[in-house]
């Protein structure tokens, strides 16, 4: 019985040095074009640091679900357009490797493709978005490499431009690779 109740400690006490809270911040480089799901505008380069903080909050066979807050601040449209982000990111740890989807809200300082962005044409991106967004990471001891995919835009072709009477706005699709670094 003691033996039993031994495993028993010792396994919870191991389960939680494994899956402790933890900050992440990590710098992105990626490719993003307006609405790429439907007319390509042409590929710009975008430049982010990502920063999240998760907490574990339920085991799920051998890995762990997490939750927290994620904040982002990123160089759009050819590294022209500032924006920042926030809100809630969700993931699942499992072994090296870390799945997480984000949502929040974003706002960039201008919009994207509009006449005053050098070289755009499409003046329908407006300030203020949903940001969403899907990565993968592999940890390498304290530091992690990562892919992933994001999505910025009003929601209006979902039926979901609930921010506001904005116009049509194409979104942004984007995809990244990164780097970080977990303490």
């Known amino acids: 019985m003691g033996m039993m109740l031994a495993v028993i400690a010792c396994s919870g006490t191991a389960m939680a040095e494994s899956y402790v809270a933890h900050s992440d911040l990590e710098l992105r480089v990626g490719e993003e074009w307006l609405c790429g799901t439907c007319h390509a505008h042409g590929a710009r380069t975008n430049v982010q640091v990502f920063a999240d903080r998760l907490f574990p909050i339920k085991p799920i066979g051998n890995g762990m679900l ?25 993931g ?23 006449p005053d962005s050098p070289g755009s044409s499409n003046a329908s991106q407006t300030n203020l978005t949903y940001d969403l967004g899907l990565s993968l990471r592999y940890d390498i001891q304290q530091y992690y490499a990562s892919v ?31 780097v970080g670094f977990r303490f």
Not at 66 to 90: F, H, M, R, T, W
Not at 92 to 114: C, H, M, P, Q, W
Not at 153 to 170: M, T
Request: aromatic fraction near 8%.
């Open 66 to 90: 997490e939750v927290g807050p994620y904040a982002k601040g990123a160089l759009l449209d050819g590294v022209d357009v500032p924006q920042i982000a926030g809100g809630a990111i969700v």
């Open 92 to 114: 699942f740890r499992f072994n090296r490797y870390e799945i997480l989807v984000n949502v929040g809200l974003a706002y960039a300082t201008d919009k994207i493709g509009s």
């Open 148 to 178: 992933g995919y994001q999505h910025n835009s009003n929601g209006e072709s979902a039926g979901l431009n609930v921010l506001g009477s904005k116009e049509h706005n194409p979104g942004i699709d984007a995809v990244f690779v990164g």
